[in-house]
């Protein structure tokens, strides 16, 4: 079946450090890609996306890049901010028209 | 444009009772996911609903139940609660329904069960 593996947290970084947080996954056919953000209190956002092999979806200075020969969609920053401090959730649509999430990944910064 | 609104934001029951939460999607948004998170599981689907037709369905009892209104509003129910049912639950909507298309999440609505 479909699924997503992520990284376990939390991952605490001092401001400006460089962030990796990995994301494998399985699915038959092609499936889509995401990273999904939730800050405190709030539902989840779409944070970046990409459809199909070797696309790299970027926002807010994340990136992602969709590796089909490795199964891994890792997200990272290059210099992570206080603001960034938050739950990071891979998802795949897989086979069906659904999302399969990841467990979450907590991200906390520290001055 | 107001975002996804779920109610009420906390809900505090008994097991045995049964519960109603409520989902608005956003306006034109036409289907409306539901998800519940919890800490050892993380995030798991339930059910998807199009133009007031289930799409699909997550690997829940029959005890999950849900619907949606001509106007898109959904609503899902849990009867006869348990323990392990104590979650956040998500509500998601998108314009239509397919794989790429970009998902809205409203708040939630944390439901205790004691």
């Known amino acids: 079946g479909d699924s997503v593996t992520q990284m376990e947290g939390p991952v605490t970084l001092s401001e400006e450090a460089f962030l990796t947080i990995n994301c494998t996954y399985t699915a038959t056919g092609y499936p889509s890609l995401f990273w999904y953000v939730q800050y405190p209190g709030e539902g989840l956002q779409l944070l970046l996306k990409?459809?199909?092999?070797?696309d790299k979806g970027s926002n807010k200075g994340f990136e992602a890049t969709y590796r089909k020969e490795t199964t891994s969609f890792h997200l990272e920053k290059g210099s992570v901010q206080v603001s960034d401090s938050a739950v990071y959730f891979c998802a795949n649509t897989g086979t069906a028209s659904k999302l399969t999430f990841g467990t979450g990944t907590r991200l906390q910064v520290t001055l | 444009k107001a975002g996804v609104t779920q109610t009420p934001r906390y809900l505090i029951k008994t097991r045995g009772q049964q519960v109603t939460l409520s989902c608005s999607p956003i306006s034109g948004h036409r289907s409306v996911s539901w998800y519940q998170q919890t800490p050892g599981q993380g995030l798991q689907f339930l059910f998807e609903y199009f133009s007031e037709t289930q799409r699909n369905k997550g690997n829940f009892p029959g005890r999950f139940s849900g619907r949606q209104f001509s106007n898109s509003r959904s609503e899902m129910n849990v009867s006869t609660l348990e323990l392990g049912d104590s979650a956040l639950y998500l509500c998601a909507s998108s314009l239509l329904s397919g794989v790429n298309e970009k998902l809205f999440f409203g708040s939630g609505t944390q439901l205790s069960v004691l």
């Open positions: 990409a459809t199909k092999a070797d």
